[in-house]
């Protein structure tokens, strides 16, 4: 999109140049312009039943708009009156994205550059209505109004587009960062950033003065949630959370005292909030630091309560799968905003076919040699390996074997890929891949549990880690590219069968699980992978090692996700009323 240049420096204490992305406008007016009730009625008879082509018809008539010369006012007014429907529209097509395998197909691929194409289009009607006024250095008090509800809502749907490319784990739109940084540093320039806004349709419950100062600093609060390390549309949930914490965000003048460890923002650049790892050099008057110290105290309180709350009601066996989630996702914002995942390791470029495979189950099923994975026949054979059966036994073993054998048929699941890969580079903690012509039999999420070895090393223990960041290219002029980082957890495994006996999760069958045996390497400890939100803390277990049974109690949570949860245990005795 074309950039235009407003240069507003026109006296010493003039605000700086814009030089926001907005479209190339016509000479003349449109004719017939449009009034406002007759788009606010074009828009209430859309066909919101195909929400495809009324999604279509949205973005042509926004397209018209911001391509017609119109007054700021109208314009304004104009594009405030699409806005319920447009809002509706870009909710009703996004949700077959929300749990959509990576990469994604073409027909979910047109549907995410769609929603990009609308808020873009959305976004240009006031970053046109901001650039027409700004070029004005003696605003009325009603023209410095529409200017603060322009640049307001601006960054609303630039921040909306960072928003969903980072919930599919895509790469930053151009210029809107640049876009969002000018924004807000013109309208700290000219001192109504922290002015109200009245916004009537608001994205958040929550009783918070919408202005310009709360959208920045919320996109901000977002950017250092290292969001291409977020789970899969967790980026959404992230942004509607922070909207709490916003007020607590400072943003101050950089000062050459601060030392190595903060996060900062150019003002002047078309970059994300960075964090300082080195000595700034250069001009520094566009940079920004932001401090997140108070919004780390609201978090750490707020997961205090929530872990109190947790451990009170796990007493009861009643902690929900809605409150574990929640718990899981604050633990990994904690994380981001404490820089635990900015990297303190150096890599290093080494080329190498991979052969991996995603999620526990798989993970299992090759760690275990492709074996038959058989946990009840197994408990029932240890069971009575002891014991004499007479002939009065022999019925009820064979009701058990029975039942046993229909329930270990239920893991005779043999599809599990393995996929090529090729490594980029390696670290102390964990390796990078890349694929190319990606296909959807991948299906890699962040937060995945994975194992992997080079190929045709087929000798060589499987690596056990978990997905910590992906990056998902896609264009039209060449295939789906896919981009992985992986933190290793362990230099092997061994595959065991776990069920809960006692506490969270009593009363469902065998799963397969993973053990880290404590003699892998010094630093590591003896854990247990098992899927996600089954078990909790205090849970015992019985785990099968196919030759043994042995009970273990769940004492801590070392890493959690949506697809597997690592615990540390402890060996337990049996509880009196297990059978076997």
């Known amino acids: 999109m074309p950039r235009l240049v407003f240069d507003l420096a026109i006296t010493m204490d ?37 929400v495809t082509l009324a999604s279509h018809q949205m973005l042509e008539k926004l397209k018209t708009l911001n391509r017609s010369r119109y007054p700021c006012k109208d314009r304004l007014q104009l594009h405030n009156s699409l806005r319920p429907v447009f ?120 009783p918070i003065t919408q202005n310009i100062d709360y959208a920045y600093k919320r996109i901000l609060l977002l950017s250092l949630a290292e969001p291409y390390h977020l789970m899969q549309y967790e ?48 001009d520094t008057k566009k940079l920004r630091l932001i401090d997140i110290s108070a919004v780390k105290q609201q978090l750490n309180l707020h997961l205090q309560r929530l872990l109190r709350s947790n451990i009170y009601h796990a007493e009861l066996e009643a902690v929900s799968l809605v409150e574990r989630q929640q718990r899981d996702m604050l633990l990994r914002l904690a994380d981001a905003w404490n820089a635990s995942l900015i990297r303190k390791t150096q890599r290093f470029n080494l080329e190498a076919k991979v052969e991996l495979t995603s999620g ?22 240890l069971a009575h390996e002891l014991d004499t059966i007479d002939d009065a036994m022999h019925t009820i073993f064979a009701s058990a074997y029975r039942e ?13 890929a393995l996929n090529p890969w090729w490594q980029r580079n390696i670290s102390p903690i964990g ?65 065991v069968g776990t069920k809960a006996v ?20 010094l630093q590591q400890t003896r854990s247990l992978v098992v899927p996600a939100f089954l078990y909790d803390v205090g849970t015992i277990l019985v785990m099968n090692l196919k030759q043994r049974l042995t009970h273990v109690r769940l004492t801590r949570v070392l890493l959690s996700t949506r697809s ?17």
């Open 14 to 50: 003039a605000p700086p140049s814009l030089t926001l992305s907005v479209p190339i406008l016509a000479l003349e007016r449109p004719r017939p312009a449009w009034r406002i009730r007759q788009l606010t009625q074009w828009a209430q008879e859309l066909p919101i039943g195909n």
């Open 87 to 206: 809002e509706a529209l870009v909710q009703a097509i996004r949700q077959p994205l929300r749990q959509a395998d990576l990469p994604l197909d073409r027909k979910l691929q047109y549907t995410a550059d769609l929603i990009q194409q609308l808020l873009e289009e959305m976004a240009s009607g006031y970053k046109l209505v901001v650039t027409e006024l700004a070029m004005d250095p003696s605003l009325r008090e009603h023209n410095q109004m529409l200017l603060q509800e322009a640049g307001y809502l601006a960054i609303r749907y630039l921040s909306q587009r960072l928003v969903e490319a980072y919930s599919l784990y895509a790469d930053e739109p151009a210029h809107v960062w640049g876009d969002l940084n000018q924004l807000y540093g013109y309208a700290e320039a000219r001192h109504f950033h922290t002015r109200s806004v009245d916004d009537p349709y608001p994205d958040t419950p929550l």
């Open 235 to 282: 980026a959404d949930d992230v942004y509607r959370m922070v909207a709490s914490f916003s007020e607590a965000c400072g943003i101050e003048p950089f000062s050459q005292l601060v030392t190595q460890g903060e996060y900062l923002v150019d003002l002047d650049s078309d970059e994300r909030p960075f964090f300082l790892n080195r000595d700034i050099e250069g």
């Open 360 to 381: 526990l189950n798989a993970s299992h099923y090759f760690v275990s040699g492709q074996a038959s994975f058989t946990p009840e026949i197994d408990a029932l054979r």
């Open 404 to 416: 046993a054998l229909q329930k270990d048929r239920r893991h005779g699941n043999r599809n599990y």
């Open 431 to 495: 390796i990078a891949l890349n694929a190319q012509e990606a296909g959807q039999e991948l299906d890699v999420r962040v937060g995945e549990l994975v194992v992997y070895r080079l190929i045709g090393k087929q000798r060589q223990r499987w690596q056990v880690g978990v997905i910590r960041w992906l990056k998902n290219g896609y264009s039209s002029e060449s295939p789906a590219t896919v981009n992985i980082g992986i933190m290793n957890l362990a230099h092997g495994a061994m595959p």
């Open 502 to 521: 006692k506490g969270l999760g009593t009363g469902t069958d065998y799963f397969r699980s993973l053990l880290i045996p404590k003699q892998v390497s």
């Open 564 to 580: 597997f949860t690592q615990f540390e245990f402890e060996v337990t005795r049996k509880p009196v009323d297990f059978i076997f």
